[in-house]
């Protein structure tokens, strides 16, 4: 099937529907392709726009994410001076597929035949739902479907006219909160959306040879330019595409779209300088996460309410909230009395910015208001690890293959943290209580506070301020402030140790050894590695998925730095059969680092003596 243009003859192939299935005259309903440089398709009720895909973003229209998870279709994108055209093909050539165009909600289908039935059926819809309906919420409005009601305002807009809003006409769209001033490049902020249908692109502008930064300074040079993305999002992103004037049709899509940077006056993202009280301008320019209002959060979360008290870490108390539009949330509040502060609270803000792995919790965004600091995060509905790892009732619930998943998820994150991000990230605070668990048991690594960014090959620094938490930290790292990736790799392997063994390292004190790795390494060398495994897991292991699991933990907490392996050898060993190297004696024993009596008055504990600093001698 082919639809676009014929350009030298000016003829344009495009699909209609038929009055109804017994009248194949014209009905109301078309489906044509948009002639842009960022190419989408349209239809049609008439003169009326009804729906549009979404551009091309290299794997598939932005707006349907079925499209880029079809394996049997194959999307071709022809433009030249003569033709301008979408074709589609079927790749698996026995398969029977057609799609028509309807007088109905659903306009186009997509339909399959079943040769068990001997019957069409349909494996396709558009539009899918509410919120496909093109630009129901108007202009810098986004609609989000699962919200009541399903528009809202882009953060750092309001509604045009907030009476026809809250009566659920949203026609006339939203506006800037503050006055819009076009400043150019270094006075206008960007903030960044995920997971969007980007808007509509006829009022857009491309460029595939731009990288994203060059894309930002070009929206910058231009007043009329309200926001910008990556044109291919395929092998982390290229391409330039910028938008001008309104921005129109914007919707959520879960799991799919793409990232948008929308362009705001500075004086509604410059709070974050706030932080440390200096104008940083390239701060403000790299700061693209999204900011909530104190408003919202604190009615999200009761007034902060006790009764929605999550816990509390060393950083402060987190809160379960629900926003407006129905999205459950954590919200991290900085207290007063926190050993970790503005330092910290800014680390993870700039950080979390750049990060997205499915092993790491997602920051939705952040409020510095007034005298409050929150990070608001994707809401984990099993809390953390710890939770059940170290309770005897909740341990239970905790099979081996839900430990073998979230130990291979653990290790894919942090690989990805070490490796795989653009900036090399040692996360510095890697255990049980900073791992979380969705819904589902999925493990997502989180509190980045402590974190430190490394550039290019750089794998190591050293400090003077030791930070993290007492059972997880690395010798190199406790004693001469010696922070690597391999002192990541130490806490992974205690915290491995922890989850095969349902033990917390600190706190477990055998007779003849003073820690859970002493435990495993005196086990492993008598041959009796089977007696560290959890016994409430009983006969349901793997014993060979347990028994590898111990042996690579054991890898990984071995003294010395260059004895340990990385974290692509650890992802890579836990999925496979080949031997392993036999580790050598751990010689790191709780007791060589101070306690909680012993410490200087020059160490400080957080509250609940979850994390320590430290200052080291030079």
């Keep these: 099937m082919k639809l676009g243009w014929d350009l030298k003859k000016g003829l344009n192939w495009f699909l209609t529907a038929w009055k109804n299935w017994d009248d194949p005259s014209p009905g109301d309903f078309t489906r044509s392709t948009l002639h842009t440089n960022n190419p989408e398709e349209v239809m049609w009720k008439g003169t009326t726009q009804y729906y549009r895909s979404g551009p091309w973003d290299g794997i598939g229209f932005s707006g349907i994410p079925s499209v880029s998870s079809d394996s049997n279709t194959n999307y071709t994108i022809v433009s ?13 050539k026995s398969l029977i597929s057609r799609v028509v165009m309807n007088q109905t909600r659903y306009a186009r289908q997509r339909l399959a035949w079943n040769i068990d039935s001997q019957t069409w059926r349909v494996s396709s819809e558009l539009p899918t739902d509410f919120c496909d309906q093109y630009n129901i919420c108007g202009a810098f409005g986004i609609c989000v479907i699962g919200q009541a009601p399903a528009c809202k305002c882009l953060d750092g807009f309001k509604p045009k006219s907030p009476r026809n809003w809250t009566q659920m006409s949203w026609n006339q769209g939203c506006v800037h909160n503050q006055t819009w001033s076009c400043r150019k490049k270094g006075r206008d902020g960007f903030n960044k959306f995920s997971n969007v249908k980007v808007p509509d692109t006829r009022r857009s502008w491309v460029n595939a040879n731009m990288t994203l930064d060059e894309c930002k300074n070009k929206c910058w040079e231009n007043c009329s330019c309200t926001a910008y993305a990556n044109s291919d999002i395929k092998g982390g992103g ?123 919790v997602k920051v939705l965004g952040c409020c510095i208001q007034d ?109 001469d402030g010696i922070f690597s990736i391999k002192s990541d790799v130490f806490s992974f392997g205690v915290l491995l140790l922890e989850i095969v063994s349902g033990k917390k390292n600190r706190l477990f004190s055998p007779n003849d050894y003073n820690n859970l790795i002493g ?100």
């Design 238 to 360: 290229s391409g330039c595409a910028i938008w001008f004037s309104d921005l129109l049709d914007i919707r959520l899509m879960p799991n799919a779209g793409q990232d948008l940077y929308i362009r705001l006056a500075m004086s509604e993202t410059e709070i974050i300088t706030g932080i440390e009280g200096k104008n940083n301008k390239s701060q403000q320019e790299d700061f693209e996460l999204p900011l909530f209002d104190l408003a919202s959060i604190a009615h999200a979360t009761n007034n902060f309410s006790n009764d929605n008290k999550l816990g509390e870490g060393g950083f402060g108390p987190v809160y379960k909230g629900i926003l407006p539009y129905g999205q459950e949330v954590a919200v991290k509040r900085l207290s007063e009395t926190s050993r970790q502060g503005l330092k910290e609270f800014k680390n993870e803000v700039m950080l979390c910015a750049e990060l997205q792995h499915r092993n790491l």
């Design 371 to 479: 005298d409050e600091k929150l990070l608001i995060y994707e809401y984990m509905a099993n809390k953390s690890l710890d939770v059940f790892l170290f309770d005897s009732s909740q341990g239970k619930l905790l099979d081996w293959p839900k430990r073998f998943c979230i130990i291979n998820g653990i290790a894919r994150g942090l690989l990805y943290l070490h490796q795989d991000s653009r900036l090399r990230i040692i996360h510095r605070d890697l255990k049980a209580s900073n791992v979380l668990l969705d819904n589902e048991m999925n493990p997502k690594i989180s509190d980045f506070g402590l974190a430190r960014m490394c550039g290019g090959d750089q794998i190591e620094g050293k400090t003077s301020r030791v930070v993290g938490t007492y059972g997880y930290m690395a010798p190199e790292y406790a004693f």
């Design 519 to 618: 435990h495993a390494w005196r086990l492993s060398k008598e041959g009796k590695p089977m007696q560290f495994i959890d016994t409430s897991l009983k006969d349901s292991y793997n014993l060979h998925e347990a028994l590898r699991c111990i042996h690579i933990g054991l890898l990984c907490v071995q003294h010395h730095p260059n004895d340990r392996p990385n974290m692509a050898s650890v992802v890579v060993s836990l999925s496979n059969e080949n031997a392993l190297p036999l580790p050598k004696n751990p010689s790191y024993q709780l007791n060589d680092i101070p306690t909680e009596r012993e410490s200087s008055s020059n160490t400080s504990l957080s509250v609940n003596d979850v994390t320590t600093s430290m200052l080291s001698g030079r």
């Design 80 to 92: 030249n001076k003569d033709e301008f055209y979408i074709t589609y093909s079927l790749i698996d």
